[in-house]
């Protein structure tokens, strides 16, 4: 696998895992159910232990489509930039699920702990939701509503005709390679 096919298969995981964590979290904070919140703390934990290949694959990943036709340059740094804060964000609600882990036997302190989870996931799956549509972006053209401008100066229109004028290229070389 190379980093762009662990990027995709693992980058929606962050995302998921820190709403599901936050669901079962408040679940278990209305229900008193200590398995909940427990299990909730896990998967927060989870989140952001996952967090760290999604981000640690983004560079290997961004080598590989950067010169691809049709991929913008400002995207993909506008992706990376919401990346690096989502890392910092799922990181800091991953510490506070571990420390809900430790504080749970202090009802004081747990209630903060789980207060912070709760609200940091929320901020995390905004942050990570944010960041999966960037990526988006970066290959799928259905998604764009705006006319982006590349780092070249270019709109998504000119770089369409880009394409096309590549395509066209490409099939002169290949039929010139048939005839030959």
Do not use: W
Not at 108 to 120: E, Q, S, W
Not at 128 to 152: F, N, P, V, W, Y
Not at 158 to 167: C, G, Q, R, S, T
């Amino acid at each position: 696998m190379n980093a762009a096919q662990i990027h995709l298969a693992l980058n929606h995981v962050p995302l998921f895992l820190s709403i599901i964590g936050g669901g079962i979290l408040i679940l278990g904070l209305i229900k008193k159910n200590e398995s909940f919140k427990n299990l909730s703390l896990y998967l927060l934990i989870g989140a952001a232990l996952f967090t760290v290949p999604v981000f640690l694959t983004g560079e290997g990943t961004e080598e590989l489509v950067e010169h691809l036709p049709g991929v913008s340059e400002t995207v993909i740094e506008k992706h990376e930039d919401m990346a690096k804060l989502s890392l910092i964000i799922i990181s800091i609600t991953g510490v506070v699920a571990l420390a809900g882990l430790f504080l749970k036997r202090n009802a004081r302190l747990a209630k903060f702990a789980f207060a912070g989870a709760f609200f940091l996931s929320l901020v995390s799956f905004g942050s990570m939701a944010q960041t999966a549509h960037l990526g988006g972006l970066i290959r799928h053209s259905e998604l764009k509503t705006d006319s982006i401008t590349t780092s070249e100066g270019n709109t998504d229109e000119e770089n369409e005709n880009e394409v096309k004028d590549n395509l066209r290229k490409v099939e002169k070389v290949q039929k010139k390679d048939d005839d030959d």
